[in-house]
């Protein structure tokens, strides 16, 4: 099990950027792969799979973001960010960042076993 904590989220402007960090600790962090989420106000409990990355480096990212959204990782500081540029008000959400051993569990839509408490995103236009 690893513990999250996420941060970074602020109110920008259209076409601004944002970076959120996403910081593990506990169970060997470095051993999972980490995803990043968000949900909006309209969207109940679901939650969208925004960008995810494995131990190795390998990332996916959902069609909305691609080309705009880069996942990285810094094991040595068990850290993964998401670097958002060019944000549209449609990208405002609350970002989770969550844990899972397995990249494929995560890319093939199993839910993540843990997860931060998140960090707020406001695009305005």
């Known amino acids: 099990q690893v513990q999250l904590k996420e941060s970074g989220g602020a109110s920008v402007q259209t076409g601004g950027s944002l970076r959120l960090s996403c910081i593990a600790s506990?169970?060997?962090?470095?051993?999972?792969?980490i995803a990043w989420y968000r949900q909006t106000p309209g969207s109940g409990n679901e939650r969208e799979k925004v960008a995810l990355i494995s131990t190795g480096g390998t990332t996916n990212y959902a069609d909305s973001v691609e080309g705009r959204f880069t996942i990285s990782r810094d094991n040595a500081e068990n850290t993964v960010s998401l670097q958002m540029n060019n944000l549209e008000p449609g990208d405002s959400a609350i970002y989770y960042c969550?844990?899972?051993?397995?990249?494929?569990?995560?890319?093939?839509?199993?839910?993540?076993?843990?997860w931060g408490q998140g960090t707020q995103v406001v695009v305005s236009s």
């Open positions: 506990g169970d060997l962090p470095a051993q999972y792969a």
């Open positions: 969550a844990a899972n051993r397995l990249f494929r569990d995560l890319l093939f839509g199993s839910q993540p076993a843990d």
